[in-house]
């Protein structure tokens, strides 16, 4: 089949002006890219209730401002002679709890699995626990930042 008969051909853009942003290209690219983070485990049905990004972008960013001090605190936590396992298990409530608000599914599991590990009294397999919870949690940070950069692009051509 010759490309111009293909049935997969895009549609013909919009006339200049006459673009929503409804039917943005870009917003095609961020169902995929959420779709694929849900495949994934990343994001949970808690996303939804965030769909509307270019309004809750403030919440995204409110949970990525708490979030890296409390992993701060909890690295600093952890290099002590004596760990203080009550106060890093209450940061990991903590952030398992605004992960799963924003739609943060294997985040919030991997807090809650460090949180397990806290109640044993034991620091050595706490290290492996949080060098998991962080790499999700900067997973996470950067698909929001993609998504919202993406939104923002919309927001802007929308205006024009």
């Not at 870009?26 to 309004?55: P, S, T, V, Y």
């Not at 979030?67 to 009550?86: C, G, I, Q």
């Not at 985040?107 to 590990?117: H, I, K």
């Not at 949690?137 to 950067?142: G, K």
Request: hydrophobic share 35%.
């Amino acid at each position: 089949m010759s490309a111009s008969t293909s049935s997969s051909a895009p549609a013909p853009a919009p006339a200049s002006g006459s673009s929503t942003a409804s039917d943005h290209p870009q917003r095609h690219m961020i169902r995929k890219f959420i779709q694929a983070l849900r495949e994934q485990g990343f994001l949970d049905d808690n996303f939804n209730n965030q769909m509307n990004l270019h309004e809750n972008r403030n919440s995204l960013a409110t949970f990525c401002g708490d979030a890296e001090p409390k992993l701060d605190r909890v690295e600093k936590l952890l290099a002590r002679e004596t760990v203080e396992f009550d106060t890093v298990m209450n940061l990991m409530e903590s952030l398992k709890t605004n992960a799963a608000g924003v739609g943060g599914k294997r985040l919030s599991t991997a807090c809650a699995e460090m949180q397990d590990l806290c109640t044993d009294n034991n620091a050595e397999p706490l290290q492996e626990a949080y060098r998991k919870v962080t790499w999700e949690y900067y997973v996470l940070r950067d698909c929001f930042h993609h998504i919202l950069q993406a939104e923002r692009a919309i927001q802007m051509s929308s205006e024009e």
